[in-house]
Every structure is written in C-alpha cells, then in structure tokens.
C-alpha cells in the first residue's frame, strides 16, 4: 500500500512550539490553528497571542532564514557546495516541482503565520478589545495587518508573476481573511496579483494609522515588533515593486529628511550606522533596524539546516560567485562590506551571519533596514522623473559612502539617467547580499535571471522564472490553479 504522509501542524496562536503526526491519509495544511477564546480572556494572554504573531514570521521555513535564503539562491550570488534537496539546490537550479519540500512548506508557513493574524484578529473583535481596551487593541490588530501584509507581499514574490506583467492583472493568490480553525471547506480561487497588491496595502496603510509611534527607549522592542514607521518603510518596497515611484516618494519622504544625513525626523529615529557592520552583531538593535527576527544567543536560536549562517557560514553550503557581485571591480577592496566576505578552503563564503551559540545561529534576521529606504526612495526619484536627479545621486551616496570613503557619486558619474537605475540595482545587490532581495529586485523589473555556475540564465517568459503552486494547496484547494 502507498502511504501519503500528514503534516498536521498543531498550534494555539501565541505558542512558539508545534507537533507533527504521520497519518496514513493527509489534512490540508491550512487547518493550523484553534481559536480559543480563553487565550483573549487576560491582558498577559493577549500580549502573548501579539508574540505569536511574530513567532509565525520567524519560522525557519519563513523569515526565520528560508525566504531569504531562496530569494537569494534563485539569482547569481552563490554557488552550491552541495546537491543535497533538503537545502534548497532545486530551487537553486530551478528544477523544483508541485511536491518540492520548499515549495510546500514555504507556502504552508506563509499561510500558517496568515492563518494566526486572522484568528486574532477576529478573537480580539469577540472578546480581546473588551478585555484590554480599544487603544491597545487597536495597536496590536494593527501589527496583525502587519504580519498579514508582510506574509502576502513574501508569497508574491514567489508564486506569481511581477506585478508589471499586466498591471497586477495575473493569477496571483488564495485571499484568505477570515481565520480557520476547523476542518472544512478550503476551496477557493487565486484572486489577481492586483487584489493582493490592493489588500497588503490597505493593511499596511491600516497598520500605519494605529501602531504606536514607539515602543519608548526599549531598543529591542524597536526592533523585533512593528511601529509607525515599520508599515510606512514597508510600503516603499510594496509600491517600488509595483512601480509606483511617486507613491514610494510619498511615503518615504515621511520617514527621510530632504537632505543629509538622512533620518526620521518623528517615531522611532531611523538612521543609517556609520558602520554597516554593527547592524549584524549584537545587540542587533541599531537605528538602521526597522525590523529583525531575534534569536537570544545562549537560549534558543535559528537551528539546524535553517539558518542563515548554516547555509552561507557554517556548513558552507553556499560559496559566494567570485562572478557575481562580488567579482564587480567598481565596489572596492576598501569598502567595508568586503569584511563580510571570508575566505575557506579557498573558496568566499558570506560571514554576514556567523554567530553560533550553544542553540544554534544566533544572529538576528533582518527584515528591512533603513538603508533600503534610502535606496528605494533614490531609485523611485530617479525613475519617477528619469533624470540625474540631485536627492537621488545624494542618497546613494549615502549607502556607498559609509563603507566606501573613497567613492563619491556625482551626476557627472552617469552617462544617462539609465545608468543611474544601474547603480542603485548594483548598490542594493551588495548592500543587501545575503538578505533576500536580488531575486525580488530582478524581478519587478522582467529582467532575466543570470546564470551562475553552470545553472543557465532564466529569462522573464520562462516558467521557471516563479514557483509552482504548492501541491499539498492543489490537492485540497480544487478551485486553485497552478502556475
């Protein structure tokens, strides 16, 4: 007899622990959660069900480490020290199909972590708001839309085309707003990429207006829960993924001073560090850092095969392409982002996340970092009015010039505003190696893929250019449809 595994993944919203159990028929993946009133009956409950939310994002298979790591294995930056399936090679060469570990489990965290922020917030309408009040009610909803938002924006960039192909018009996702806590029916369709695009920013602009300026001068807090400025930073990269350069030269310019040194003026202070490197070593909570993914050195950590560091550091499963970005001569020797870069066994691996303690990989995640505001904000400048625009060259320079002294932009550096474009495309492929966003970047823009090793090129019509449909999501979904 053929035995079709379960994965049934048991949670209560709030716990960071899960159980898994084979079952000789299988569930769908997206029964993952019970709502249980008695979880908003106290204020310590709920203040526990908001960490949850969190703890959902940082999952391994999420932006715990994965969802970065694929992001950047698609593209041109490393190349496999290994073929093993577990660690992402079929995504690194593109021969992933329906039934690919990453392809499942990806998608059953992303919508897992989904599943969590609409439970709460329905829990918190029934029961939570009367129990802690509607100020701090309407804060913590507000950072469920932004996990929510955060979630949906992550499975778009994996599952469905760039939003400029069509406008938004093609298949994108299942829009699940209403939590589900019991086995039933899961059928429904993909609503246009367009739809989705529409609702993470409806949440995000919801997130803005409720979530408190700050969380007083508890650093850490700062960083590793959404304020004000988190959904504002977010929706930068939202609407320069699709395009929307005025919208990102909106929002952005109410989080970045019109001239240098760049810094949020209101909420919580963002500022570039002066050295890139103190955003990756503890205590992790700079002014640079809108929004990390902790993990407490000594105490628990990213484990196993997970980890950022395990797979570029520590195993080594990864080198750096020596063709890559690394390999371009105009970022310099001097350039502080170089120190990331160590030498094993002859080969460059990245040491951006090196911290092993008794747990595992303790370095916190980043999810965005004021640096990509700037960059977004430079770009969308550039491209909004394609020109060598003054504030454009001057916040680029401000990204270069803190690890490069010796590199400074002028107009003059720009043969024409597409060159311009080129820069900021090249500063965010070094700027950001090793943090998921080469893949994204490539593709708002229908630019093909490079080829790296001897994995070929992708180009934007190929239909490896985004992920197959989950097959755990086609099997119980009827109404879903595969890319």
């Not at 970065?68 to 496999?80: G, I």
């Not at 970047?441 to 490896?464: C, E, F, M, Y």
Request: hydrophobic letters at 40%.
């Amino acid at each position: 007899m053929k035995k079709k595994i379960l994965y049934f993944t048991c949670i209560t919203i709030g716990l960071l622990t899960s159980c898994k159990k084979e079952l000789l028929t299988p569930e769908s993946q997206t029964a993952v959660a019970t709502l249980d009133y008695a979880q908003f009956s106290t204020v310590g409950r709920i203040q526990g069900q908001v960490l949850g939310l969190y703890a959902g994002l940082r999952a391994g298979d999420f932006y715990g480490s994965r969802y970065l790591v694929y992001n950047d294995l698609r593209a041109d930056n490393f190349l496999a020290q290994s073929s093993n399936s577990v660690t992402a090679y079929q995504t690194y060469n593109y021969t992933l199909g329906n039934g690919a570990q990453e392809v499942t489990d990806f998608w059953a965290s992303a919508y897992s972590t989904i599943n969590r922020c609409n439970l709460f917030i329905e829990g918190m309408a029934a029961k939570g708001t009367s129990v802690i009040g509607d100020a701090i009610a309407k804060n913590y909803i507000a950072e469920a839309k932004l996990v929510r938002a955060i979630s949906y924006y992550s499975l778009l960039q994996l599952y469905a085309r760039p939003y400029y192909d069509g406008q938004g018009s093609k298949p994108g996702l299942p829009l699940r707003l209403t939590g589900n806590s019991v086995a039933g029916n899961y059928d429904l369709a993909r609503s246009s990429t367009s739809v989705i695009y529409t609702q993470i920013l409806k949440d995000l602009n919801e997130a803005e207006v409720d979530l408190p300026l700050n969380y007083g001068t508890v650093a850490v807090t700062n960083t590793t829960r959404g304020h004000r400025n988190t959904a504002i930073a977010f929706k930068t990269r939202v609407y320069l993924t699709m395009q929307r350069y005025a919208d990102v030269i909106t929002e952005a310019n109410k989080i970045v001073s019109a001239s240098a040194p760049f810094v949020a003026s209101t909420g919580v202070p963002l500022a570039l560090q002066s050295d890139v490197t103190n955003v990756f070593k503890t205590p992790y909570t700079t002014s640079e850092s809108i929004l990390s993914m902790p993990f407490v050195t000594g105490t628990e950590a990213a484990g196993g095969q997970s980890a950022l560091g395990s797979y570029y550091f520590g195993v080594k499963l990864y080198s750096l392409n020596p063709d890559g970005i690394i390999g371009d001569a105009t970022i310099k020797a001097v350039d502080k982002r170089r120190s990331f870069i160590t030498i094993s066994g002859n080969l460059p691996y990245l040491s951006k996340f090196p911290t092993l303690a008794a747990a595992g990989y303790a370095d916190y995640v980043p999810v965005i970092r004021y640096a990509e505001v700037l960059l977004n904000l430079g770009e969308a400048r550039a491209r909004s009015t394609n020109s060598l625009d003054a504030q454009s060259v001057a916040l680029l320079n401000a990204v270069r010039t803190r690890s490069d002294a010796t590199t400074v932009f002028t107009a003059a550096s720009f043969a024409s505003p597409q060159a311009l474009f080129d820069a900021f495309l090249k500063e965010r492929n070094i700027e950001f190696l090793g943090e998921g966003l080469r893949s994204p970047d490539l593709l708002r823009l229908g630019l093909t893929i490079p080829g790296k090793g001897n994995v070929p090129s992708v180009a934007p019509t190929s239909t490896q250019y985004i992920w197959p449909i989950s097959g755990t999501e086609l099997l119980y979904n009827k109404l879903m449809t595969d890319n």
